[in-house]
């Protein structure tokens, strides 16, 4: 794509209103746009980022099993007092409401009784079960605390999903799975995410684990040993615990980040919402269900939090806008411009036919500075620069953008 | 895919509260669930669908250029109050409203304010113009007509489509182009649509057209001759005329769907919320914008509606949620069984080497009235039967959903 016909720009100064890194990056980077505390909108290359991380966990919930589906915002007020959640937890504290003429509704800020009400018209037997479901959809929660960019947001973007079985044995197996698949995520999106003990809020304490990134930004405090025998999120630590029960070695404490919460359900929506099965003896009994959740723009957030230096934003290969960037450095020589550009065309237009996502800087009347700036800043892993320096050394200048080592290489001799 | 892995299933009795053939259908297919009044979620195959339409729609806006977004669904009531319809018009009659202790917010109805700032922080002069911008997004509106299934939605997914120019004759031209672009999208969702001159409600008079397709359920009603010289929604009819302006020959009358509406927004959007250019003479000048709308949910209602018959959904290829569905029809003696199921599973895998989608109705219970009432329903396009018959026969049977004929072929002479 030819950067000329992106319309967004960047910007030299911080956004006064912004204290976290990754607010004030990808604001200057033309990724994002506040709208106000906690709320944002996706220009161009953010949407291109978070499509790239939907799509890894898409492929990754798939690969388990999981069916996509897209739920109503609107939530029903009557199927919310079943759970008795209308007036009390998440759908006092957290949830929008929203009324008109005929009706009283929220904002969903979760799914777990609009799935469970779905489902129950679909399952009639054991041999119904198991099977998962996610959305990657806007949520909306009342947020006192917005002050993190898309750390925590009013309205965010959240992959949920769930899972169903006729007995504990098929969920602990499912919750097992649904943990290695989570840490391919976040594996794949450059990111050492932690597998902490963590309480089970609203729901049960059994089999409820978080996934933590260490960083000084966080709003959580866990403990730790690097052995990865033991994890647990202060909530739920005992301070006379000092040493590894697996190793034995002093644990660590450490500011994390929240990337991910999983916990078991059991019978909390399916009982009161009536989502019943027969067993193999003809018994009716209640689904036992499971709830994963992923922030998807949070995931963004923490991507640029951990993965930056003072010039701007480092993406991991994975996630970025696109492959490479490409800068034409014009000496204002006329015909050695014109061989510049012509050289420059050729690599742009090779780097598409091979299906390499490439922004190419066309900016003709932006000086050397001023792109290598901007490209710093957007943070695209691989920079390819074209100029009269490498055309004399017959070739491109390439360079990672996590690290300072520029070489010389002939366009075939490129891997991306 | 296999038809016993997705959690959904059909229904052979009509939901009681719902009278639209679109939410009809779509509910006893199992491809969406009715939440309440003109709410609606997606399920697994209803989700692809959207997604196949949601597509179709991407690349045509990516053909003229349209970059994608994701704007906020919250909207600032400051952005509002500028271009006064807050407490007026849209933002009054159909805009839901949702305050929290901090802030009183919208669910984006449309995007007019919020994209215009947006774009006001990124353009300078007309070296920046002209471009467009699109988003596929939920959008909310108070409805009291909600009645007729996924044609008319309090919660429903929309394309919305702006476009930003330094002079009206570039508006003009891009509009005949969006006018193109839009034809095309109808035309691969097998849809055959009218481009109607029409009122331009909340904005100008000039260059406002929608695209209507003919339909007794339509709440709108057109006049228009069959030679495409002369259409025009009945709200800016002259009833004196009664003959084509073009060849002359007699108008006609019929109800009819509104699929999309476009319409020049001039700089009503530009000036009161600042969204200035400077020009080639140095003067600054307020943005000229046009404005495309796209119901993509409705558009899902619309194929329904005008493509089904009295057995369930006949879809489109191009928007159909796998291209074939294979059914193999057991006879209940072991060996034959055997046989058939070997013979569909060699089908169901060489199908998917190739990257045909296709459904594959594995439910060993069910008889085959039943899977032929649920294919008919379902409305896959391709209908691949394997049984004792077609065996004998050395094939497989295909039979087209909008086609009475059935063929045997064997495999190799398949194309779909």
Not at 109 to 125: A, F, G, R, V
């Amino acid at each position: 794509m030819k950067q000329s016909q992106i319309f967004t720009k960047t910007q030299k100064e911080n956004p006064k209103d912004e204290k976290s890194i990754n607010a004030i990056l990808l604001q200057r980077a033309g990724f994002i746009y506040k709208e106000m505390a906690g709320v944002y909108s996706f220009l161009p290359m953010g949407l291109m980022v978070l499509n790239k991380i939907s799509n890894i966990v898409r492929e990754e919930m798939q690969a388990i099993g999981g069916q996509e589906v897209d739920m109503a915002i609107l939530q029903p007020k009557a199927l919310w007092q079943k759970t008795d959640r209308w007036d009390k937890g998440i759908g006092l504290e957290v949830m929008y409401k929203v009324k008109d003429e005929q009706m009283e509704v929220g904002l969903g800020p979760t799914h777990e009784e609009m799935l469970t009400d779905i489902i129950k018209n679909h399952i009639e037997s054991f041999e119904d079960l198991p099977f998962s479901v996610f959305q990657i959809q806007t949520k909306f929660r009342k947020e006192a605390r917005a002050k993190s960019g898309l750390l925590r947001g009013r309205e965010f973007i959240m992959k949920d999903f769930y899972s169903f079985h006729a007995s504990t044995d098929d969920f602990k197996d499912f919750y097992e799975k649904a943990k290695q698949a989570y840490l391919k995520v976040f594996e794949r999106c450059g990111l050492k995410a932690i597998i902490t003990e963590a309480s089970g809020g609203d729901f049960t304490k059994d089999f409820t684990h978080e996934f933590q990134v260490i960083s000084e930004v966080g709003e959580d405090t866990i403990y730790y040993c690097d052995c990865g025998g033991f994890s647990q999120n202060e909530e739920v630590f005992d301070k006379k615990v000092t040493k590894c029960p697996v190793c034995g070695n002093e644990l660590k404490k450490a500011k994390s980040i929240e990337l991910s919460h999983i916990f078991s359900l059991g019978t909390k929506y399916s009982e009161p919402l009536g989502a019943f099965f027969t067993d193999k003896n003809g018994v009716k009994a209640p689904i036992i269900m499971g709830c994963y959740g992923i922030g998807i723009s949070r995931l963004m957030g923490v991507i640029v939090e951990t993965s930056n230096d003072s010039h701007g934003i480092i993406w991991p290969k994975t996630v970025a806008p696109f492959a490479c960037h490409l800068l034409p450095i014009l000496s204002g020589k006329e015909e050695q411009d014109k061989e510049i550009l012509e050289k420059a065309n050729s690599v742009y237009n090779d780097l598409q036919k091979k299906g390499i996502g490439v922004l190419y800087d066309d900016r003709s009347k932006k000086s050397a500075g001023e792109k290598f700036a901007d490209a710093d800043l957007i943070g695209i892993p691989m920079r390819i620069v074209v100029s009269q320096k490498t055309l004399e050394q017959g070739g491109i200048e390439i360079k990672e953008r996590n690290s300072d080592n520029v070489k010389i290489i002939k366009l075939e001799e490129l891997h991306v």
